[in-house]
């Protein structure tokens, strides 16, 4: 990872994100990267072999280990999550509204929702249907094109757009499908995008997305603009430092856990409130207990670049840029799970790595968004970080992130994943 320039990083990276429109797409490109490296797929309640390569894979989540091939001194975990906000069908979704095809949706995650609208949106996600053989298998699919798209209304019939227009999900973010007299079934809609002759759908999760791809922009090239860099950028860092890392496997086990349902507060069976990491670790872990204190999470979450056109957002000496490396997150009451202990740890690998860090505290009159990173603390009683990439417009449909700072952010995982002693960074 090392030898390869931030372009090509970057170039990687987007063809990642655009080819994930949904957290089980990315899942789907996750694993395939995990295979193509000798992963070997388990399950949560196996007990790999000393030296294993293994992860699971669970609808939206993926948790990928490296065990060492002795006992485990401590673990070395990475997490980050699948989900970004988006639209989604409702039940019995398709209707016709005076000659157009129509679809209620409802929000998922705090959307921004100014910018869905006069998008090119495709359609993509999980169908579970009974196939030609009578057995019932799941499915995704993607429309792969624009599909669908939200008009906004002229300004000629709102005048006071400007000023007062505010958008209401129920009423102004139902998609137009087309024109014509006639509601198809789902599986009609989706037969086309995934499905196989003779399957009949039974349940859905159907997502809109921006099909616009993802870019490289600036007078110099100094950006990224693209979908769901929030937290897609993480799961790929995270990825990449953990294959490099395989490379020098010590006596810690390496782990990387990409959740889903983060942007909904991680309640789920394969959200960071659910039993999926514990009971991974609980079995490739040895004894948790005997090795939770030689151990250490960290949690990658994109950051709030500082807006140059909203600088009252934020707070004084806490303003953070795109290209200056990624951002520590502090947070006093716990929304982020950074201490002392860890931000030590962080900011002394950075300087062996030579890799520049930010430090970000939020406004103390704005309340503050949180991550998978205290849920995962307070449920495994493990050290954690809050870290991430620091972005501009986070929740749009295209958000913006340094050239720079993705590389940075992977090489200092895989930094932290080759650590061996948490008190001495030259044990890298």
């Not at 997502?207 to 110099?220: E, F, H, T």
């Not at 950028?233 to 990409?258: D, H, I, K, R, Y």
């Not at 991550?371 to 449920?379: E, L, V, W």
Request: hydrophobic residues 45%.
């Amino acid at each position: 990872m090392d030898d390869v320039s931030p372009l090509a990083f970057n170039q990687r990276l987007l063809e990642f994100i655009d080819a994930s429109p949904t957290p089980w797409h990315a899942v789907d490109n996750l694993v395939q990267a995990l295979e193509g490296a000798g992963f070997q797929s388990i399950q949560a309640t196996d007990t790999p072999a000393p030296g294993s390569a293994v992860y699971v894979r669970a609808a939206g989540a993926v948790v990928a280990a490296i065990t060492p091939a002795n006992a485990i001194a401590g673990w070395r975990l990475v997490g980050a999550h699948t989900d970004s906000p988006n639209l989604r069908f409702k039940p019995n979704a398709l209707y016709l509204q005076d000659g157009y095809l129509m679809a209620s949706v409802e929000t998922y995650g705090g959307v921004l929702m100014n910018p869905w609208f006069d998008r090119e949106l495709g359609l993509a996600g999980r169908a579970v249907v009974v196939d030609a053989s009578g057995a019932r298998v799941t499915r995704l699919f993607d429309s792969e094109r624009a599909v669908a798209m939200v008009p906004s209304l002229a300004i000629h019939l709102d005048r006071e757009a400007n000023k007062e227009r505010t958008v209401n999900a129920e009423q102004h973010l139902n998609l137009v499908l087309g024109q014509g007299d006639d509601v198809p079934t789902l599986t009609e809609l989706l037969m086309p995008w995934g499905l196989e002759h003779g399957d009949r759908v039974l349940a859905a999760d159907v997502c809109a997305y921006p099909v616009q791809p993802s870019d490289i922009i600036g007078l110099a090239g100094e950006w990224l603009l693209a979908p769901r860099l929030d937290n897609l950028l993480s799961c790929f860092a995270g990825l990449q430092a953990l294959l490099t890392a395989s490379e020098t496997a010590g006596e810690v086990g390496m782990l990387l856990v990409c959740n889903d349902h983060e942007e909904i507060g991680s309640q789920s069976t394969v959200g960071a409130d659910g039993p999926l990491l514990a009971k991974c670790l609980d079995h490739w872990g040895g004894d948790w207990e005997r090795v939770v204190e030689d151990s250490m999470m960290v949690s990658a979450d994109n950051a709030h670049g500082l807006h140059p056109n909203y600088i009252d957002k934020h707070s004084r000496n806490q303003q953070v840029v795109l290209n200056a490396g990624p951002v520590l997150k502090v947070n006093a009451n716990q929304r982020y799970a950074s201490e002392p202990e860890t931000l030590a740890c962080m900011v002394a690998l950075g300087e062996a790595l030579d890799i520049p860090l930010q430090q970000f505290a939020n406004r103390a009159d704005l309340g503050c968004g949180s991550t998978i990173g205290p849920i995962t603390a307070s449920k495994l009683g493990v050290r954690t970080l809050d870290i991430g990439a620091p972005t501009f417009a986070m929740h749009s449909t295209r958000e913006t992130a340094g050239h720079r700072d993705p590389q940075w952010l992977a090489q200092l995982l895989c930094g932290f994943y080759r650590l061996h002693d948490l008190g001495q960074t030259d044990s890298v």
